[in-house]
């Protein structure tokens, strides 16, 4: 499979009703919709490049505890954990066996291409209009015929293997004497921001990269209490990076296969549009990513780890793979991501 010519952001064909940068139809095939978006970018050629990333043989687990937040944002049911015991059983036998419950959202996670859709056309990526009913799969009745965009699928392509590259903000705004309150500045970080500290990294970005951004976010949530985590989330201010039609047009231009970071929402909340705070609904980044890209959007990514052995190597580059819950109509999911050197 050859490597798709993308065209930039601002050639992408129009579509009525929607704005300048939708990726849709870019990638169908043979009269079918694309349900992949972007992951189509990972084809053997760039799966077998970041495999040259590995030359240590150590690997680094991107994964926070899931239940890391006591109470997540945006009412998301946290972490439960049932231990069952064998000799409470008839089987009357020394072993356990265990239950959990939790949001798919409550920590390290991947937003699939049907959690945030175009809130002006409420359609997902490639015009896909997903619904409770059509996401609700039990086993057996899954939606093989792909005409959801969900995250079970990324099973039958083998999951997620790429070349991961590591942004280092919060090590760039330490060692320049920035600082910010992830929570209460809703401190942003600029695409100015991103190309200068890759620069200093000696990074070049290639087609198909995962680019991960860490801000420092889950590091300061882990240093608090239950409670300040509860009262710093209810703000729903936090850091990212800027959310606007620049930046989303310079993430297409780049041509990543997806985005990650250890932010709530990878991008700056609240978003700020014509100089105005607005909510949820007016982010900029998710519906430009999720829907009309077809770009995953990983969030909440544990990278203290990485970020002290990239520096101690010198090198942000590294094989990254992960693989999701295997779920029909998978809408969220755990990382369960690996950084490989």
């Given at each position: ?290 829907s009309l890209f077809g770009l995953p959007i990983g969030e909440l990514w544990d990278l203290k780890a990485l970020s002290e052995y990239c520096a101690k190597k010198k090198r942000y580059t590294f094989m990254l793979t992960s693989v999701p819950l295997n779920i029909g109509g998978l809408v969220g999911s755990p990382s369960n991501a690996l950084a490989i050197f």
């Amino acid at each position: 499979m050859v490597s798709p010519k993308l065209p930039d952001f601002d050639d992408l064909p129009p579509v009525k009703d929607l704005p300048q940068g939708c990726a849709w139809g870019i990638f169908d095939k043979d009269g079918k919709r694309d349900v992949f978006g972007t992951l189509n970018l990972l084809t053997p050629k760039v799966v077998k490049e970041a495999a040259t990333e590995v030359k240590e043989g150590v690997s680094i687990s991107l994964n926070w505890p899931i239940g890391a937040i006591k109470t997540p944002g945006f009412d998301r049911k946290g972490l439960v954990h049932k231990v069952l015991n064998f000799e409470d059983e008839p089987y009357n036998i020394f072993g356990f066996d265990e239950e959990v419950e939790f949001n798919t959202q409550c920590s390290t996670q991947w937003d699939s291409l049907c959690h945030f859709g175009h809130q002006g056309s409420k359609l997902n990526y490639n015009g896909i209009k997903a619904s409770v009913q059509s996401l609700k799969q039990e086993f057996g009745s899954e939606d093989k015929e792909k005409s959801l965009p969900t995250l079970n699928h990324w099973h039958d392509r083998g999951g997620l293997v790429a070349r991961g590259v590591l942004v280092d903000y919060k090590a760039y705004a330490d060692a320049n004497g920035i600082t910010y309150d992830p929570f209460a500045d809703s401190h942003t970080i600029t695409v100015a921001d991103l190309e200068k500290i890759a620069k200093q990294q000696n990074v070049t970005f290639r087609q198909g990269d995962i680019l991960i951004v860490r801000s420092g976010f889950t590091e300061a949530l882990e240093k608090m209490s239950a409670e300040q985590q509860t009262e710093a989330l209810a703000k729903h201010r936090y850091c990212g990076v800027e959310g606007s039609q620049a930046t989303a047009r310079w993430v297409w231009n780049q041509h990543f296969a997806a985005v990650a970071g250890d932010a709530m929402a990878f991008e700056r909340t609240p978003a700020i549009v014509n100089g105005e705070e607005r909510g949820i609904a007016g982010l900029v980044l998710h519906p430009y990513f999720l829907s009309l890209f077809g770009l995953p959007i990983g969030e909440l990514w544990d990278l203290k780890a990485l970020s002290e052995y990239c520096a101690k190597k010198k090198r942000y580059t590294f094989m990254l793979t992960s693989v999701p819950l295997n779920i029909g109509g998978l809408v969220g999911s755990p990382s369960n991501a690996l950084a490989i050197f």
